[in-house]
T-cell receptor, first 114, second 114 residues
Framework: NAGVTQTPKFRVLKTGQSMTLLCAQD?????MYWYRQDPGMGLRLIHY???????AKGEVPDGYNVSRLKKQNFLLGLESAAPSQTSVYFC?????????????FGPGTRLTVL | AQSVTQLGSHVSVSEGALVLLRCNYS??????LFWYVQYPNQGLQLLLK??????LVKGINGFEAEFKKSETSFHLTKPSAHMSDAAEYFC????????????FGAGTRLFVKA
């Protein structure tokens, strides 16, 4: 039982390049989330999904796209990376059965955009 | 609307001293409250949660938190700090209003001095 895994762990991009971050969970959770973590700002929600084939915008969605083609996977895409997207990205998942939405987090992806 | 305020971005204590990390929240509906811990270069792990059962909640590693509705607070405490407690701690509030929404505080970094 690996929980929530993220690929890659580190990445350096040049401005304008694109990339996809992959999140996978093996807990059969319905809900999945992408957050970014910046110093002094806590975690900010980028996009989330309440089920396979559905996605929704969070607090800071601009410059990102997501897809949830399979229940266990949630992809975060950057079409044209900008230095402002330098951050640590966390994926999380939670069960729809839970009455209080406890979230389980992956180890993070550290992205640097030059 | 929900919000979370963590008082103090950095807290320093001596080993063996009391740990007190402050969290105040606002929520228009009864909230669920969480404390997560993040060790260096890792994702967030759940430390404890308040789900309206008992106001004093015990978590892992000797931590506990007390829900005080009148003060809208959910402060985290540990009687005796250990070097291994050095980490960043996040308070979060979650509530259901047609869908779950979780807001994280900015985080408090705990330093433990020998």
């Amino acid at each position: 039982n690996a929980g929530v895994t993220q690929t890659p762990k580190f990445r350096v991009l040049k401005t304008g390049q694109s990339m996809t971050l992959l999140c996978a969970q093996d807990m059969n959770h319905e809900y999945m989330y992408w957050y970014r973590q910046d110093p002094g700002m806590g975690l900010r929600l980028i996009h989330y999904s309440v089920g396979e084939g559905t996605t929704a915008k969070g607090e800071v969605p601009d410059g990102y796209n997501v897809s949830r083609l399979k229940k266990q996977n949630f992809l975060l895409g950057l079409e044209s990376a900008a230095p402002s997207q330098t951050s640590v990205y966390f994926c999380a998942s939670s069960s729809a059965i839970s009455s209080y939405n406890e979230q389980f987090f992956g180890p993070g992806t550290r992205l640097t955009v030059l | 609307a929900q919000s979370v305020t963590q008082l103090g971005s950095h807290v320093s204590v001596s080993e063996g001293a009391l740990v007190l990390l402050r969290c105040n929240y606002s929520s228009s509906v009864p909230p669920y409250l969480f404390w997560y811990v993040q060790y260096p270069n890792q994702g967030l792990q759940l430390l404890l949660k308040y789900t309206s059962a008992a106001t004093l909640v015990k978590g892992i590693n000797g931590f506990e938190a007390e829900f005080k509705k009148s003060e809208t607070s959910f402060h985290l405490t540990k009687p005796s700090a250990h070097m291994s407690d050095a980490a960043e701690y996040f308070c979060a509030v979650s509530s259901y209003t047609g869908g779950f929404k979780t807001i994280f505080g900015a985080g408090t970094r705990l330093f433990v001095k020998a």
